[in-house]
């Protein structure tokens, strides 16, 4: 329910809510804030807002004229009139503020937020303590979430208490030096396609019959699967492709595989970076070539 500009209500709780100018989301990481006024009294949200909005136009002024960024998004209590003690989520604002994040990383981070303040409550930043951390890695365990799944979190959270703890914020990273104690469970080998496998896929309507479904992008429905095949590359690689990536040296054609985090383009680990040769049959005419 929407009471007047900024102030939204959910549940029992007043929230103020407002876009992040275009010219300074990097920054903040986020297109919108929505922040908890911590009050169910609309005179008393209307007063915290007044003065949160106050401080975040002083934030804007600031970051608009420094060309290095040293945000701190206020959080202002429901009563008292006192700025209260920031807690995690103005941490990984502030984490957000200091380098690009990728996309899947920013979800992932909120993630975080959740689970932590589902198990611990809202603790302020410079409270949280080992036992917090410990508290919500060994609940996550006991829920069934994998090691690897519990790794993610514990090095999100790190990576947001370092960056806090290098800048002032917090005295020191709690996370540091907390390690899984489940033993190790072995991981499962990656198990390739069996012939029939390849036959069925390749057999398929998309190949055959020339349909393209809406969920397969159109024609990359059709080139992914066959590229994957021949080239061995990662699925999310080939996705990626321009075609100004498809070279050829000496006589030999072949994929550049590399990155361009302006254009979007990303890769798992440097050493991702390489040429991937096409197979010479690849080329030749036929509903297996690849056209250059």
Excluded: C
């Amino acid at each position: 329910m929407r009471l007047q500009t900024n102030l939204v209500r959910r549940g029992a709780r007043y929230y103020f809510r407002s876009r992040v100018p275009e010219d300074l989301r990097v920054h903040y990481g986020r297109s919108e804030f929505l922040v908890s006024l911590k009050t169910s009294d609309r005179s008393e949200a209307e007063r915290v807002m007044t003065a949160l909005k106050a401080r975040l136009l002083d934030d804007f002024t600031r970051l608009r004229g420094l060309p290095k960024v040293d945000l701190f998004f206020p959080v202002i209590a429901a009563s008292g009139g006192n700025d209260a003690r920031a807690g995690l989520r103005d941490l990984v604002i502030y984490w957000k503020s200091q380098s690009q994040r990728a996309p899947r990383t920013l979800l992932e981070i909120d993630t975080v937020v959740k689970r932590f303040g589902q198990v611990n409550g809202d603790v302020a930043a410079d409270a949280i303590e080992r036992l917090h951390v410990v508290t919500s890695k060994d609940r996550m365990l006991a829920d069934g979430k994998s090691v690897a799944t519990v790794k993610k979190y514990l090095g999100l959270l790190s990576a947001v208490l370092e960056t806090a703890a290098a800048n002032e914020r917090i005295q020191a990273n709690p996370v540091r030096g907390i390690k899984l104690t489940r033993p190790k469970v072995q991981q499962k080998a990656r198990v390739p396609f069996t012939v029939d496998e390849l036959n069925r896929i390749f057999s398929s309507p998309v190949f055959t019959r020339g349909l393209r479904p809406m969920g397969g992008k159109g024609e990359a429905a059709y080139w992914l699967p066959l590229l994957g095949l021949w080239t061995g590359a990662r699925l999310e690689e080939l996705g990626q492709l321009r075609v100004g990536d498809v070279l050829s040296e000496d006589g030999i054609d072949f994929i550049a595989i590399t990155d361009d985090p302006s254009a979007g383009r990303r890769i798992k680990t440097n050493g991702s970076r390489r040429r991937v040769p096409t197979p010479a049959h690849s080329r030749k005419k036929g509903p297996w070539s690849i056209s250059f």
